[in-house]
């Protein structure tokens, strides 16, 4: 797997998703600075770490949505490679509108910097084959603005082609109103545009994929990823 | 030229800044405060001095960057 991690001003998790990548994946990823131009040649996934880019002046992930790198990646993801934006980089997605919807400040105003629990609403995707439908995974969010709203008929047109791939829930793996701790519609924590090439999601799996986190549910994604490209290729 | 652009939440989207001032301006005795919604705005120059050229680059301005049109409004005014 060739993957790149974008590294735009104010981005401060690149390197935590640069080495989950090596771990899992055995190679190197290349940064690419948010300036540039192009992907490098062969890229099979491009990844937008968290952070906070352009320290969130004007809207969270709102000015780095308009650097010059977006527009390679947006071609990169009109031909159908993989892009994961994670926490500032789903806000990224989405301010770039190859995702729907928008992040808001969490409903009850607060950062939330925690391990919570997700559950995986289908394991027929790129992004949760390491995973089974319905398993409950534990990872770390950090964030004050994960709180994902969208108008009904995206919410309904989300729900109804099976887009949401993570979701807040309780440790058992009930979505209850006490886990959905930000206030997000449908205590959505992921999801994918319509071609199922993008995710983005508001938890970081990238922090629990070595003993030392104390976790390694975050693994399963990019074994995924990996398993995913393999097959592929 | 001057020109301002004010950028303000749709209405029914969850405003939680403006419902936390809203109970601050309460807890200060700020009498008839029903309700707040926190907006931005936007002070800008302008080069030229064709209003008709102005108005729609600003308007470009807010559509592809100022204003998030999935949650916000804006309103553009020249002086």
Not at chain 1, 76 to 103: R, T, W
Not at chain 1, 117 to 141: C, W
Not at chain 1, 144 to 150: F, I, P, S, V
Not at chain 1, 214 to 230: I, K, M, N, P
């Amino acid at each position: 797997m060739k993957s790149a991690v974008l590294v735009f001003p104010g981005i401060n998790r690149e390197r935590d998703m640069a080495r989950a990548l090596k771990l899992i994946s055995g190679k190197e990823s290349a940064m690419v600075w948010h300036a540039d131009t192009a992907l490098p040649k062969g890229t099979d996934l491009v990844v937008v770490p968290g952070g906070f880019s352009y320290g969130d002046y004007l809207r969270c992930g709102a000015i780095a949505a308009r650097s010059p790198i977006m527009d390679a990646v947006r071609d990169f993801a009109a031909k159908g490679g993989l892009l994961l934006g994670v926490c500032n980089g789903f806000q990224i997605l989405c301010e770039a509108g190859l995702l729907p919807g928008v992040l808001m400040r969490n409903a009850r105003l607060k950062f939330v910097c925690r391990d919570v629990h997700l559950r995986v609403e289908r394991s027929d995707s790129p992004f949760t084959r390491g995973y089974n439908a319905g398993q409950v995974i534990r990872v770390p969010v950090a964030h004050g603005e994960g709180n994902y709203e969208a108008d009904e008929e995206t919410l309904k047109r989300l729900e109804g082609e099976g887009r949401v791939l993570y979701r807040y829930c309780s440790r058992d793996g009930v979505v209850d109103e006490p886990s959905n701790f930000n206030g997000a519609a449908h205590s959505i924590a992921g999801i994918v545009n319509e071609r199922g090439n993008v995710l983005g999601m508001m938890p970081h799996p990238e922090n629990h994929v070595e003993d030392i986190m104390g976790c390694t549910d975050g693994r399963g994604l990019f074994a995924g990823l990996v398993a995913h490209l393999e097959r592929a290729a | 030229m001057k020109a301002r652009v004010t950028v303000t939440l749709k209405s029914g989207i969850l405003d939680p800044q403006g419902k936390a001032i809203e109970g601050a301006l309460k807890s200060l005795g700020v009498d008839g405060v029903a309700s707040v919604r926190q907006g931005k705005v936007f002070d800008i120059e302008l080069s030229g001095s064709d209003r008709a050229k102005a108005e729609a680059a600003l308007k470009e301005a807010a559509d592809k960057l100022l204003a998030n049109t999935v949650i916000e409004n804006y309103r553009v005014e020249l002086f």
